[in-house]
């Protein structure tokens, strides 16, 4: 049974009140008189969370200047005044005594635990200027910089970037940026799968923890808040995922598919929505390409460079746009030629796809699929209206939360077959059916993805536009294995220096092993972290401690998909120890590198993304002080009191968003201006260049212009592998530095390995005891092994095994014991990631009793 609105909020009630009671057993004053001193000063400032995804506001409540508790911030959209047990912990971070207090340099060789010497911030700045220097003269393209996560992309991925004309490589390979890549390809806005939870009727939870994660955008508190809504409004949720997680009390149904099979459900819901006729066809054929003539070769027929639809009026071929009412379905001849509309090629590509061919490959009742097919078609109520704010808009009340299910082999493809579902439907950009972001936007990437050109060696070291993987998102697994063979991806040039802003890559990263191989070529690193990582332990040169909360950062968008907002980070106390925020250590490495002033710097690149007027731009010609920026940048968005207005107020909010910004069927033009590509073309020409130019097969398979199924690579391992192993986020440690935050380590102590009671027992395994997990790489043979304890659970299939993530630390006093990372099972490569270079975090294990 979904708990309700009421008993949500009644429980963070409870536990908010706990909290109150425990803050206030005696006044500030009686406790000052009852010591003998001057009465204590308290306040509030205003900032947002630090150690969570979603920059939630919060109020550091502060005792003569210094901060002893974080609370929600009432006024910010995403939170309301609510605050996790990640918001609140963060306070133990903020005054950790192993936190880095000052910067440090190297004084032992590298690859083994470092032997430091504290310096200044001036040697400190100062050498890795000089590195930086040296290189950009020698070749910009040898610096690698490396983000983990990045709260102020405008000082950093661009303005610091750019101007130092670097490499950059993100971590979006291993969250969801398969299916970035399929939305920006298929619909063209920039974001992952999620529902319009004010609206829908009917939300499929594919891969997503409902309550227990974020899913697209957020981190904790927004969607549950919205589910528990929309579920007390009596929407209904089926969850589609090999673990059940914390979805189970608020879901109607449980479809325990197996791992790596989410296209083949895909395409069997596509054969039975077409089946049953529940499709919108003036959808399909206005804003779609299905009506397109597609030759016998794959292509579309053109005339004069212009794509034809049949259009049936007239009984002929005519161009996009022109027919009266143009074909879905049928079949024509053209100059001899036979061609299909785009709709009926996939209908056909479908028609094998059926429930029962879905049940067996997906491990599930074929009941529940034809239910799904379904609930599906009754609920999108195709043909149906709404008025929303006085703009009447189509409505179709059925959604898809789907995000990090997309890191999977076949993930991109999987996100397309996703989308195609909802397109039949019509529920794309629809009142209540899938949105991508908060905004309807168009992203640079949907012309960009359908017109690549594939080079020919050298290339670059992430392989981008390359044979291997023309639609790349950027894998730093891929760019490690490009480093440790530079000639057999046909690489001539890989970095020398590396930049590690706020990542662990030789923990966080998958396939450790070939992390640290690669990671011994950098001939110089420093690294940016409030805490000395295993990263920085093994290779930096230098580390530069940064500050956690307490710094300017921004601006971030205090958006909950329906109201609009915008807030910045602002420091409610000085940085400790000798700490510093990124900003200011960026703006120090590019004056001293030479790069901060004059045209095309960093202050001029800032200028431009911070969208500064000319009234309040950045003078070139001297290095500003933060806070003056963030003023300037208030200012230039007309609050005419700048940063003074974030200092009283901590967010500035926008108000309710309109239909227009929201709804891609109210965007003007509509869907601004896109066509959604059922019928990915250029897909098929990425894999026949591909092939002209010798890439293997396991490289340009998964690049078809429909989504089709094969069978997973890893499905070729031997039978002695014979359990799956998923990973899987935990609210508690959602970023990898929080898995020893002592507030946090309480909640989640130690890792363990879920695993189904009846397999447990099969092999003589208990609850709780050590196990040793073995994962084959179906490729190349090679295995990796580790030791972990078990955990029963009755919610994960009995031939899946699961361990979350955020673990495998050992620098941090006390994390080793808190077990192993699955980073070491899951390997990097071919058959191992996505034909858009996006990690797959599925891998055949074999468990045994240690």
Known sequence: MASTRRTFLKGTAASGATLAVASRFKPLEVLAAENGKAALSEDL?????????????????????????????????????????????QIAAVYDPNRVKTPLARTNEKGVAGEWRQISWNEALDTVAKQLREYREKDPELILWQKGRSKAKDFYDKAFVDSAGIEKLGHGAYCSDAGYRAAEYTIGCHGVLQPDMRHSRYVLAWGWNATGAGGNKFCYITWPRQLSEARERGMKVVALDPRLRATGPHADEWVPLRPATDLAFALALCNGLIQQGTIDREYLAEHTNSPWLVKEDGTFLREGGKEQVWDTAKGAIGPVGSAGKAALEGTYTVGGETVKPAFQVFKEHVAKRTPEWAAEVCGVEVDQIRRIIRDLGDNAMIGKTIEVDGVRLPYRP?????????????????????????????????????????KWEIDDHYQELD???????????????????PINSGNPTIAAKTMLDPKRYGVEKIPEMAIIHMANPVVSFPNTDVIKEA?????????????LSETADLYADVVLPAATVEKYEGPMKANDMYVDGVSLRMPPMDPLFESRGEIDIYLDLAERAGFLKGKDGYLDILNSELELTPAHALPLDRRPEVANIFDRWAKSEGIAKGLAYFEEKGVEVKGEMTPEEIYGYAADPVFGGAIHRLYGESLLRYQRQMKAKKAEKIYWQDY?????????????????????????????????????????????????????????????????????????????????????????????????????????????????????TPNVLFQAGEGYVACTADQSFHVKVQVRKA
């Open 45 to 89: 400032v205003p900032t947002t969370c630090w150690i969570g995804k979603q920059d939630c506001g919060i109020l550091a409540r502060r005792v003569n200047g210094r901060v002893v508790k974080f609370e929600g911030h009432p006024r910010n959209p995403l939170n309301l005044g609510a605050l996790c047990p990640k918001g609140v912990g």
């Open 398 to 438: 059925v959604g898809v939360m789907a995000y990090h299910m997309a890191q999977q082999e076949e993930g991109f493809q999987a996100v397309r077959a996703q989308l195609l579902v909802f397109m039949l439907l019509g529920a794309i950009g629809a009142v209540g059916g899938v949105r991508i972001d908060a």
């Open 451 to 469: 017109e690549i050109e594939i080079g020919d060696p050298p290339y670059d070291f992430t392989l981008k536009e390359s044979k291997y993987f």
């Open 519 to 531: 990671y011994k070529k950098f001939k110089f690193m420093t690294v940016l972290s409030p805490w």
């Open 704 to 820: 078809t212009p429909l989504p089709t199924w094969r069978e997973p690579t890893m499905e070729r391992s031997p039978g002695a592998y014979d359990l799956y192993l998923i990973s899987f986020k935990l609210v508690e440690n959602k970023q990898s530095r929080s898995s020893f935050t002592a507030l946090l380590a309480e909640l989640m102590p130690e890792q363990r390995l879920h695993i189904n009671p009846d397999t447990a027992k099969e092999r003589g395994i208990g609850d709780g005891d050590e196990v040793w997990v073995e994962a084959n790489n179906a490729v190349t043979g090679g295995t990796a092994r580790l030791k972990v304890k078990t955990m029963y659970t009755q919610a994960i299939r009995p031939d899946t095994v699961g361990m979350p993530h955020h673990f495998g630390l050992w620098v941090y006093p006390g994390a080793k014991e808190q077990g192993p």
